[in-house]
């Protein structure tokens, strides 16, 4: 190889020797040295026997010759295989040998692909990526599974979010950024989903949030969003025409500022539900001191509150609860019957529904506290209402409106407040 340099007029040398290094990367000592020399233009050209001297990886190679040597006018030659990137006919080479590595990166990528897909199809955690909370990863079974400290705190975030707190406010009592708390609230990996794309795969793993709940909190997320819009009014989205189900909106009349339905704006056809509505106009400040009205005598009657809210017509938790004790006791009595081999088909299919029975009803009773827990929370947020709304921003006033308020009904000369109800 000295004797090949010398003929090519190269007559000073320096040798890399990586002994007792695989060729398989390019984390060596020598060959990390040359590359640091080759870009502080210590070298004119790199000879080498053979290719795979310099890296058995056919990627590692052409980075070397393209980013490496190319860019620092280094010239690379291997002599076993006449290859020369200082003549035309090696630098053709070049682009040849990057058109199969372009190929075998493609082919190694879309097989990667196939497999990861057939994994999320099968139902298994499809790898790569963090593991997504609130779960662990089983490598032997390939699936998820619930870490149960994680999925409490999942169910605590939730509840507050749909209670009316913001992401960045959740995340501050958790130690998440709003970003990752939005992340793992809205994920659907929680419902025994795989999502691969823009698929989605029914997973093996079990589910966290039920489907009820997860609509709860994709609502609570559209309603947050057109509460975000720019709404200048306090209850602009929530008067509804009592006669034709249309919306009302608010309109400036010279110094006044009224509400009316849509179906009387003849500008905007889409809103329009019956064109013959008559149904009264009235001035904003009237309905507003109604619905202002509502919501003080609530906060100095918990009993009103309680009415409006239904907290006490059905002890939910008590019946989830009573039915969650009979299905526990029929698979236990199910198993029993396994172990002494009685109508082994038909027991493992009544068992299987069972459980499935039982992780409903144990996520409906979890689901249950929290709608407990946001009454609570909309009954402290009522009390002193009367006296602190004035020093409130109109954000926070809003804010208290979206969460409490549904709908309000104008029907003429009649005015009916809808409450949200657990």
Not at 44 to 58: A, P
Not at 158 to 167: E, K, N, P, R
Request: net charge positive; hydrophobic share 35%; proline share 2%.
């Amino acid at each position: 190889m000295l004797s090949y340099a010398k003929a090519k007029e190269y007559t000073e040398f320096v040798y890399y020797i990586d002994g007792g290094y695989s060729g398989k990367d390019l984390n060596r000592p020598d060959i990390q040295r040359l590359i640091k020399d080759v870009k502080d233009h210590k070298i004119d050209c790199v000879f080498v026997f053979k290719l795979d001297r310099i890296s058995r990886s056919q990627k590692d190679t052409l980075y070397l010759i393209e980013e490496v040597f190319n860019k620092h006018n280094v010239g690379f030659i291997s002599i076993r295989e006449n290859f020369d990137t200082t003549t035309p006919f090696g630098k053709a080479m070049i682009g040849i040998l990057s058109v199969f590595a372009q190929l075998e990166r493609e082919t190694i990528l879309e097989r990667t692909r196939i497999g990861i897909q057939k994994r999320a199809e099968d139902g298994l955690w499809k790898g790569g990526g963090k593991i997504p909370f609130p779960y662990f990863y089983d490598r032997n079974l390939g699936i998820l599974v619930p870490n149960p400290t994680e999925v409490k705190l999942l169910h605590k975030m939730i509840s507050l979010y749909i209670s009316g707190m913001s992401f960045i406010k959740i995340g501050s009592i958790v130690g998440m950024n709003e970003s990752l708390v939005e992340k793992r609230i809205k994920s659907r990996t929680n419902l025994g989903i795989i999502p691969y794309k823009d698929k989605e795969f029914k997973g093996r793993h079990e589910r966290v949030v039920s489907e009820e709940l997860y609509q709860k909190i994709i609502e609570t997320n559209k309603l947050r969003s057109k509460s975000r819009t720019a709404r200048h009014y306090l209850l602009s989205g929530k008067i509804y025409c009592g006669n034709c189900g249309a919306k009302y909106r608010y309109q400036k009349w010279g110094k006044r500022l009224i509400c009316y339905c849509y179906s009387q704006q003849k500008s905007k056809p889409k809103f329009i539900k019956d064109p013959n509505c008559k149904n009264k106009r009235w001035d904003s400040f009237e309905i507003e001191d109604l619905v202002y009205e509502s919501l003080f005598s609530m906060a100095l009657d918990k009993n009103l509150f309680k009415t409006n809210y239904e907290l006490l017509q059905v002890n939910v938790l008590e019946e989830y609860g009573n039915r969650l004790i009979k299905v526990q006791k029929q698979i236990d009595n199910l198993i029993n019957f396994l172990s002494d081999g009685i109508a082994t088909c038909e027991t493992k299919e009544k068992l299987k529904e069972l459980i499935e029975e039982k992780e409903t009803l144990e996520l409906k009773i979890a689901e249950s506290k929290y709608d407990e827990q946001k009454n609570i929370a909309s009954l402290e947020m009522l009390q002193n209402l009367q006296s602190t709304w004035n020093m409130m921003t109109f954000e926070e006033q809003r804010m208290i409106i979206e969460h409490i308020i549904d709908k309000v009904i104008i029907s003429n000369n009649e005015v009916e407040i809808k409450f949200k109800i657990s």
